[in-house]
Structure formats: C-alpha cells, structure tokens
Antibody, heavy 115, light 110 residues
Framework: VQLVESGGGVVQPGGSLRLSCTTSGFTFSNYGMHWVRQGPGKGLEWVAFRSHHYYADSVKGRFTMTRDNSRNTVYLQMNSLTPEDTAVYYC?????????????WGQGTLVTVSS | QSALTQPPSASGSPGQSVTISCTGT?????????VSWYQHHPGKAPKLMVY???ERPSGVPDRFSGSKSGNTASLTVSGLQAEDEADYYCNSYAGDNTVVFGGGTKLTVL
C-alpha cells in the first residue's frame, strides 16, 4: 500500500490550492479515503472523508474532497485559505471496517498560508 | 466536533508501563466502540497501533493494549522501550461519517 500526497506549497491568504493523493497497492474503489492535517505545534485534525459531504466544521464550505477511481487518486480543493490552514496534510486509507480507522497514511504535503 | 482530551505528556522508565487516557463525550467515545490509537514520530507518517478500542493490527507488539470505560478510552504501553518514545493520538468515530482526534500525548521514555 502506498499513498503519495502532492500539491502543497506557499499560498497567500484568500488563495486556493489543490492537493492530490495518488495511491497504489490496493483496490482503491473498495476503501474510504480521508484527509487529516497537522498544524505547526498542533495535533492531528480530521479534515474530510470521501467526497462532497463530510467535512470538519473548520473547513466546511471552503474545502472540497473528490476522488477519481480511474486514477486511484483523491483530491482536496482548498479555497479561501487562512493562516490557520497552514499544516502538513496527510491522506489516509480506511481499513478494519472503517469508522475512522486509518490503517495507511502518506508522508504528507506541507501547505503554508502566508503573505 | 470538539477534540478529545488527552494529557499533553506521559513518561516512564524502560520496562515500566504507562497509560494514556483519551476522554470524549457520549456522542463519540461513549457512543461507539470505534476508538483508534496512533503512534507518530515527527516527520513520519502516523502508524495505527490499536483500533476498535482493543484490537491490534498485525505487526503491532502486544505490549500495546487498549480499553474503554464510559467516555474515556485508554492506551497502555507495557514493557516500555526506547523506540516507544513518540506522540500518541486517539481518535473516535463521532457519527454522521465524521471523526475526531485527541490533542496528542508526548510519551517520553526516561
């Protein structure tokens, strides 16, 4: 199982960024995928699950998660970014029945929101 | 979606046992047997250590064990080893396809 995030970088407040998580080694369409982030000096924070519907309150209305089963990839479109969104963003694969059990993680991609 | 409460730090000497608590509410930890624990070394990907409150994925030493009582879950690390020094996070299913994490506990092996 391999998950590789990309798309991080430096963006100004109010800007947008799209993260990608490309996966391999498992049947992608059979598993739920999530995004989790860790701000500097902070703990892990769940961000989004599947697509369109399930988001943390802190990102609802600004972030959109989609998945492309043909490319084994999930995306996180992040709009109206604020400095509080600065974090390492991880994608994570569910397993063991789901319900927030993140069995595999990527190495993360750093997003910095700063002017 | 309030974070679960963990102690910021815990410590123990090699060979000792240490228990880390994770307190939530009747809407998350208390409502579901879907509490997981993760070990996180800075700069690396988090690693699943316990899921479903008490289950261990293959490859995780049986020195790691989980339990739950009411709204509080716990992770016990027995026979502490130097490589156990890391940050530990709990999470819980919180209904409606949402998940909540704890604030994390830094475990120091003295």
């Amino acid at each position: 199982v391999q998950l590789v995030e990309s798309g991080g970088g430096v963006v100004q407040p109010g800007g947008s960024l799209r993260l990608s998580c490309t996966t391999s080694g498992f049947t992608f369409s059979n598993y739920g995928m999530h995004w989790v982030r860790q701000g500097p000096g902070k703990g892990l924070e769940w961000v989004a699950f599947r697509s369109h519907h399930y988001y943390a309150d802190s990102v609802k209305g600004r972030f959109t998660m989609t998945r492309d089963n043909s490319r084994n990839t999930v995306y996180l479109q992040m709009n109206s970014l604020t400095p509080e969104d600065t974090a390492v963003y991880y994608c994570a694969k569910e397993d063991f029945g789901g319900y927030g059990v993140f069995a595999s993680w990527g190495q993360g991609t750093l997003v910095t929101v700063s002017s | 979606q309030s974070a679960l409460t963990q102690p910021p730090s815990a410590s123990g000497s090699p060979g000792q046992s240490v228990t880390i608590s994770c307190t939530g509410t009747s809407s998350d930890v208390g409502a579901y047997n879907y509490v997981s624990w993760y070990q996180h070394h800075p700069g690396k990907a988090p690693k699943l250590m316990v899921y479903g409150v008490t289950e261990r994925p293959s490859g995780v030493p049986d020195r790691f064990s989980g339990s739950k009582s009411g709204n509080t879950a716990s992770l016990t690390v027995s026979g502490l080893q130097a490589e156990d020094e890391a940050d530990y996070y709990c999470n819980s299913y919180a209904g409606d396809n949402t998940v909540v994490f704890g604030g994390g506990t830094k475990l120091t092996v003295l």
